[in-house]
């Protein structure tokens, strides 16, 4: 894949050389630095609240080496894919480049500490359930340094040669890749290790939303063609002259909103991983949720109760209480791994869902779970909950809807004690995408800018474009689906390109078509093989 491409002769280019200046580089040294700082402090401050003394100091120097990574991931993302957010404004001199790349940071680092955090957990579930049951072993950290290191690798390769390429879907291949590594490794088929029918909710988003994007906007610029007839609108920029102060407004909104979104939901793939980092080396302080509000327990324990009726009635008031709770998570890891539901599926989920009420009860509240019962109380609750997800996509006779609805809610009181996102982890996410966007754009955002059409940006191309990648982006964030701002704002431009009959550059649009085929398998074998090189180093 060869990027270096003819630009179309123009006299409009825009000033790109510009850098950051002297106190622009300090600043960014400092906030770096005080990022770092700030990581530190806070997971030791974290581990000292729930009093972990380290007996050693290897388990916290991976850890601090994996966060690292995970933060690299999230930095090189920032320079990768918001190069594609900051090109319309840039080339249609709405903004200047310098500052449009530190206007997009900052509403990239809003969007993460505004995120929801659905995404976060959503690509969490793509990993083997054995993994993610024994995240703190060496084969947890083998997993976490394969697959970050996957989709860094692919993703700076890409953006050496200037092509836009995905972040979504090189961390996904590169979680398959580990997915499918350790079934193999473990004499199983390569199927077998990944959650396929989330990896095909997830593979549906970022397949139909470059086509989303490529036909909403073209249809979009028809639309404003014909709704908003002003000629400077569809006319090419002059050479150095900021557009007409409407224009500017509208295009520097959409790229606000396209960073807010790109921030919001990209950020949170991060998170994901950056917890399941956390929850394997400090569990103590966040395998559970210890600040839900005091209401939880009472909460949790007469939803338990109310799981627990609902099983028993599916089950004819046997309630499967002659299975041991070992048993029964045995039983329930395998429905979740192998998605087959069978008879002893139901008892075995009301004897997990009885175990563990019993044992918050006991305690009290997770906050006062000791540092020994963490682990397995947290693994108990993350199997019970997806047990339950998977037991709502396939809705088994056996279940009413009136079960089914009492299972979602105590769904929420599982996930409320598991799922959740620190904000010291918000904060760092968003400082690493933040930061990551303003370093290492110019590549994409020339290929953007000048080497998808045949004639230059308009504004509203520009316009149609952001909007269609900004709507796209937090609509996927609301459903909890990661997609790619790359495939969506670039598929975009070239679909107002089309619709204004500007011409495509073909020679870009194979080697943006060869990324998107390529990506998936390559990060694929890229992870796949350094799980299993990390998988006998570790």
Known sequence: MNATLAAPSSTTRPDLDKGLGAAGRIGFGAAIAAALVYVGYSVYSDAAAVGVEPTTYLPFLLLFVALLIALGFEFVNGFHDTANAVATVIYTNAMPANIAVVWSGFFNFLGVLLSTGAVAFG????????????????????????????????NLATWWLGIPSSSSHTLIGSIIGVGVANAMMHGKSGTAGVDWSKATEIGQALLFSPLIGFGVAALLFLAMRVLVRKKELYEEPKDGVPPPLWIRALLIFTCTGVSFAHGSNDGQKG????????????????????????????????????????????????????????????????????????????????????????????????????????????????????????LGKQKPEALSEAAQESLATYKTSLDAGTRFIPTWVKVAVAFALG???????????????????????????????ELVAMGTILGADHLGLPVSTTHVLSSGVAGTMAANRSGLQMSTIRNLLMAWVLTLPVSIVIAGVLYMIFAQIF
């Open 435 to 465: 930061l990551g966007t303003m370093v290492g754009w110019r590549r994409i955002v020339v290929t953007v800018g000048e080497k998808i059409g045949k004639t230059h940006l308009t504004y509203a191309q520009g316009a149609a474009a």
């Open 123 to 154: 690509i969490v579930s793509l990993l083997p359930v054995e993994l993610i049951l024994q995240v703190g072993s060496n084969a947890g950290f083998a997993m976490v340094f394969a697959l970050l290191l996957a989709a860094i690798i692919w």
């Open 271 to 390: 998170m994901g991983l950056i917890m399941l980092i956390l929850i394997g080396t400090v569990p103590t302080a966040y395998a559970l949720n210890r600040a839900v509000p005091e209401r939880y327990t009472a909460e949790f324990h007469s939803r338990s109760i109310a799981a627990e009726v609902a099983l028993s009635g599916s089950l004819g008031g046997s309630g499967g209480t002659e299975m041991t709770p070992a048993q029964a998570r045995r039983q329930v890891t395998s429905y979740i791994a192998e998605k087959t539901f069978t008879p002893a599926t139901l008892p075995a989920l009301s004897v997990l869902v009885h175990d563990v009420d019993a044992q918050v009860m006991g305690y009290g509240s997770l906050a006062k779970v000791p540092a020994a019962a963490v682990s397995n109380i947290r693994n108990d609750m993350y199997l019970a909950s997806e047990a339950i997800k998977s």
